[in-house]
């Protein structure tokens, strides 16, 4: 039930939040520009990385290839970010998504899933400013020790 509530809810939830963030001209809250995974999102790429660990159909250097990016964006999360960063940022990649750029350096997609859940927790879950408005339950618990 996690993995249907990850790639079908909470991709529904993506394309709605994607919808809005177009359609009122939303600016990103915190961003960190070019340095930052996504102006607006960041769990999809770590949800997306993973499907590549089990099913690796391309290799993360490929990802930045903007005909893979049509051809597999709608089977991969991963990649279905990626190609809405390209929808709305102008330029090459490498300046626009500096930080994703050097991902796509990293050899396995392991280590590439490894390496956004580390950040995940120092960029996200370590910051009290963010973190004091997480709900806590049976999917997402908080121990205090």
Request: aromatic share 18%; proline share 5%; net charge negative.
């Amino acid at each position: 039930d996690y993995v249907a509530t990850v790639f079908f809810l909470f991709r529904e939830y993506l394309n709605l939040m994607r919808k809005i963030q177009i359609w009122y001209k939303l600016e990103p809250a915190g961003s960190h520009g070019v340095w930052g995974l996504d102006d607006y999102q960041f769990l999809p790429f770590i949800f997306g990385s993973s499907q590549f660990v089990s099913n690796p159909v391309i290799c993360p250097e490929q990802f930045v290839d903007p005909e893979i990016v049509a051809k597999y964006h709608e089977e991969f999360m991963f990649l279905e970010c990626i190609k809405f960063i390209c929808e709305v940022k102008t330029g090459p990649f490498a300046e626009h998504s500096n930080q994703l750029w050097g991902i796509s350096g990293v050899k396995t997609w392991t280590k590439v899933n490894g390496g956004l859940i580390k950040m995940y927790k120092a960029e996200v879950l370590a910051k009290f400013p963010v973190i004091q408005h997480f709900v806590f339950g049976s999917l997402l618990s908080f121990d205090a020790t």
